[in-house]
């Protein structure tokens, strides 16, 4: 009897060992985690100012005066951008005179002249009904919170003979413009030569919509 009860026993504790070892070979070690990606969308936003125009002082302007006119863009965004700035110069059938009083004979005038500062390059000019525009560059990126140069602080009306636009109101529209700086200018050559390429695609991105450039 001793010798059976003892034959069981080790058959019982047999029988746990092959049910842990099989257990032990389902048991898989197995562990999860994530990650969330979060992404920001970037957001590119200008602000054309001009801090020292007062429209209320130039509302009788004589031949050859100067006046205050300052443009120049804030990044209010939170990209880098390339910046331009866009100026239309009306034109008419005028005679003018030069510095000595002598008549210079009728002929298409632009009626306000500048002088641009050097942080700006300009891209291209043209003919847009009256007016005549002229597109310029920023030679430096544009970064979150900084301002450019003012493109010029003066203009100056030209030197009409009177009695031929007397009265007349004329503008000198400036629109601003703005594209991110990654993806857009290329990585080759001078800031200047990325800003010209990253142009032509606003260009094309923008044609037929409000923020498309003065054709």
């Known amino acids: ?16 060992v092959g049910a842990l070892a099989a257990g032990g070979t389902m048991a898989y070690l197995t562990d999860y985690d994530k990650a969330e990606n979060l ?7 200008i602000e054309l100012q001009e801090p020292g125009w007062k429209p209320e002082d130039h ?3 004589e031949p050859s005066e100067q006046m205050k006119k300052d443009p120049q863009i804030k990044n209010t965004g939170i990209n880098d951008s390339f910046v331009y700035l866009e100026v239309s110069i009306p034109t008419a059938d005028v005679i003018t005179a030069d510095a000595q009083g002598n008549r210079i004979e009728k002929k298409n005038t632009e009626l306000f002249t500048f002088t641009k500062k050097n942080d700006w390059t300009q891209l291209e000019a043209k003919t847009s009904g ?3 525009v002229y ?3 920023y030679n430096k990126i544009l970064k979150p919170g900084q301002t450019t140069t003012t493109l010029f602080d003066w203009v100056t009306f030209a030197n009409v003979v009177e009695g031929q636009i007397d009265t007349r109101q004329f503008s000198i529209p400036v629109r601003a413009y703005a594209i991110q700086t990654v993806n857009t200018g290329g990585d080759e050559g001078t800031v200047v030569q990325q800003a010209a390429a ?3 695609k606003y260009l094309n991105q923008n044609q037929g919509q409000p923020g498309g450039v003065t054709k």
Not at 3 to 16: E, F, G, H
Not at 39 to 45: H, I, M, P, R, S
């Open 198 to 200: 990253a142009y032509q």
């Open 39 to 45: 992404f920001t969308v970037g957001k590119v936003d």
């Open 59 to 61: 509302t009788k302007i």
């Open 135 to 137: 597109t310029f560059a």
């Open 130 to 132: 009256i007016n005549r």
């Open 1 to 16: 009897m001793k010798v059976k009860k003892t034959w069981i026993k080790t058959a019982a504790v047999c029988s746990l």
